[in-house]
């Protein structure tokens, strides 16, 4: 394969080709690199390696007991979503992404991300073992996909994204391309930045009335990688639309924006279905205004405008705890031989 020189978009050009991320084909070839901050990206991925044997959810054990019906209904629908959530991505990272970002280190990065994705599976079937020692109820939160509506409901939103490029084996036509970008942006913004970020919010707010910090603690793990998979995807929609800037059109935002909007609805319902029984210190308007508020997060970091204008309307969500933040560092060092550096900030994200 022929090599030349790397330009300001990324694009390696010479001997009258010109290469594309998403031009098809298995480009194998590391140097020169033509997408470093891709590269850049599975490094640091690598420094934020973490077991699930680190998280001790035994702690929760006796919070669990202390918890009110409605509480214990939260959880229980939260742990059933848990349950799949994390193998659906990992689905769709497999069958739709992985073939269609034709860069080597984009697929270093996407590599690490499925066994990330593989680690957050684990952490809940521990969650699960840990949390529902009953055989025949952690068979039904595994079914819930099929028969709670509010989870199903979410579920269809994601099968359905995935079936829509599901038979692309080339990105041949604009078409094609805008295709594979939305099947992108909606496992990026939809399913791991709005559905998970749901999930994480009823998790902080536990926390932040004294219960269950292991089941906090995993989740600040999980809450980093799936930080990091958005900041990876939109990467690689940003070289898109420098590399292809036809392809991002009014007809797309709106398409986008439609997306989004479809999905605070899904995750509304789940909210209407797990807040049912009345939480105290949570309400399901407040929950609506933070999904709201997450999505124009979103909207804002793929340089669309907002549609909600909504404020986050939990406290609990912006002053994370930044002491377990720093242990976790400190741990990392501690532990490995392989030391963590850099900064995480809850700001931006949230």
Known sequence: MTTSPESPAG???GAGERHLLLDPGMDLTLRPMRYPRFFDRFKDAIKNTWSV???DLHSDLADLAKL???EQHLVSRLVAFFATGDTIVANNLVLNLYQHVNSPEGRLYLSRQLFEEA??????????DTYVPDEKERFEAFAAVENIPSIARKAEFCFRWIDSVFELRELRTRDDRRAFLLNLICFAACIEGLFFY??????YFLRSRGLLHGLASGTNWVF???SMHMAFAFDVVDTVRAEEPDLF???MEQQVKDMLAEAVECEVQFAADLLDQGVSGMSLAQMREYLQHVADRRLAMLGIEPMYGSGNPF???ELQDVQELSNFFERRVSAYQVGVTGSVSFDDDF
Do not use: C
Request: glycine share 2%; net charge negative; proline share 3%.
């Open 11 to 13: 694009i390696r050009t």
């Open 53 to 55: 044997e680190e998280v």
């Open 68 to 70: 009110s019906p409605a």
């Open 119 to 128: 680690v957050h599976v684990q952490f809940y079937l521990n969650l699960l």
């Open 198 to 203: 749901g999930a994480f919010a009823y998790v």
């Open 224 to 226: 980093r990688d799936e």
């Open 249 to 251: 059109d009014a007809e």
């Open 315 to 317: 406290a609990f969500m």
